[in-house]
Structures are given as structure tokens and as C-alpha cells.
């Protein structure tokens, strides 16, 4: 698909189809083609919903219980500066986590702002550290000596980490840079099997749901009411196979 110069201009005008393989054989998927912007409200708040889901469903499957906070020490550099250093920081941090934990050492980490404007990670991990030595490496590393850790409620953790990736970017985050991130067992990123070729078709979704009437299988709507896309026996669009 071509990349279009300005996300924003189309977001919810054109449609996007495919093929999906489940266990009931072929069905066909037509969505409405969205941005997927951070910085888009209809977006972030879709975005946030369907993460929200993602970090409870694996939390509770890989047992993500304990929620640490690491900040930035704003001795060591502005607010700006502490944005990409962070992330630095936490990659050199996971060096010594693998290290001292094992390669079963599992964990999905979420950045925001600080009122100061500095950033600060949220993380929720699958095994126990003692707090004095995640304060020793981390500062050590670069980042701060102001560091929490406790067991988390799993259920109210992820709403309270989506509740971050809603908001704008913070003054610190630049569209395109990572909001949140996880360990590779840890999938936040799940979905049906895509297979064959997705193709970009510049019409609505109303008019492709119209031509797919006879063949639905299901379809879905957001809150307001608004067809947000729909399976069907066969293409509404020509499908490359």
C-alpha cells in the first residue's frame, strides 16, 4: 500500500480488505481505513480501548503482577533530553534484568509524563525485584534513584496504563516514537490470521457494506453507532488471491 504524505487527510473515508483463515474456513474482512495516530482523537481513544484489553488478557496469561515506576533524575539532563534517554536507560536495564532473572523473564512497559515534564516508565514484570537493587542499577545506569515497585491488580492496571497512551504526546514524544512496548512473549499486538493480499480501496465502507448485503457474516459498530467494518462469505472489492 502507498504511503500517504499526510495520515490525518484520509482517516475514515477510504476501506481496507482482506482475506482471514479461521477454523470455519474463509471469510472476508472489510474495515474502515483509519490513520491509527496517537495524535488523532478518534483514533487513540479506538487505539487505547482495544490496548487496554490487550495488556489485561496478557498480564493475567503471563502473570504480569508487579508494577514498577522507574523515573529520570533531573539532575542528569532537561526534560526534552529525558525522552530518548530513557529509553536508552531501560534497554541497558533489561541487559542486567535478563542476567539476573533468566531469559523467563517477561514484562510490557508504558511511557508518559511526569508533571515536571520528564519521562517515567510504568512496567509490569512476571517476577519478583527487590527495590534496592532496581534503585542501584538504574541510577547507575543513568536514570533515577526515585523507583516503586509493588504487586499489581491486574484488572485495574490495564485501564490505568491505557489511560496514558490516550492523552497527546506530552511534549516529549514525537509522532511516530514508540508509546509502549513489550518483552517478545508478551503480545500486545494479537489478531485474527491475515493471509493473502490487503488492499486500499478508495470507497466508503457504507457502499462496500451495501454491495456485501446477502453475504454478511457478522459486523461490528462503535459506540455511536457507526459501522466500523463487517466479515462477509465473499468480497465486497476485488481481492487479489
Known amino acids: 500500500m502507498k504511503q ?66 522507574l523515573t529520570m533524575d533531573p539532575s542528569k539532563g532537561t526534560a526534552e533530553e529525558s525522552w ?35 519521562a517515567h516508565l510504568h512496567i509490569l514484570l512476571n517476577q519478583y525485584l527487590d527495590q534496592a537493587w532496581i534503585k542501584k542499577v538504574w541510577d547507575r545506569l543513568g536514570g533515577g534513584r526515585i523507583v516503586f515497585i509493588t504487586r499489581a491488580n491486574v484488572a485495574q492496571a490495564g485501564p490505568y496504563l491505557a489511560k496514558y497512551l490516550s492523552k497527546g504526546f506530552d511534549g516529549g514524544l514525537k509522532p511516530g516514537q514508540r508509546r509502549y512496548g513489550s518483552s517478545r512473549s508478551v503480545n500486545l499486538g494479537a489478531s485474527g490470521a491475515k493471509t493473502g493480499k490487503w488492499v486500499c480501496w478508495k470507497l466508503s465502507l457504507e457502499l462496500l457494506y451495501a454491495r456485501a448485503q446477502g453475504t454478511l457474516v457478522k459486523e461490528w459498530r462503535n459506540f455511536e453507532g457507526l459501522l466500523d467494518g463487517f466479515d462477509s462469505a465473499s468480497p465486497p472489492a476485488f481481492i487479489p488471491q
Not at 87 to 115: D, M, N, P, S
Open 84 to 118: 530518548p534517554q530513557i529509553k536508552i536507560v531501560w534497554k541497558k536495564f533489561q541487559t542486567y534484568l535478563t542476567r539476573k532473572q533468566g531469559k523467563g523473564f517477561k514484562f510490557l512497559w508504558v511511557i508518559e509524563a511526569q508533571k515536571n515534564g520528564y
Open 4 to 69: 500517504l504524505k499526510t495520515r490525518r487527510n484520509f482517516c475514515g473515508l477510504h476501506s481496507l480488505g482482506g482475506r482471514l483463515e479461521g477454523p470455519n474456513g474463509t471469510t472476508y474482512r472489510t474495515t474502515r481505513l483509519l490513520c491509527k495516530s496517537w495524535s488523532c482523537p478518534q483514533c487513540a481513544a479506538k487505539r487505547a480501548r482495544k490496548l487496554k484489553k490487550a495488556i489485561v488478557e496478557q498480564s493475567r496469561t503471563h502473570g504480569l503482577d508487579r508494577f514498577l515506576t
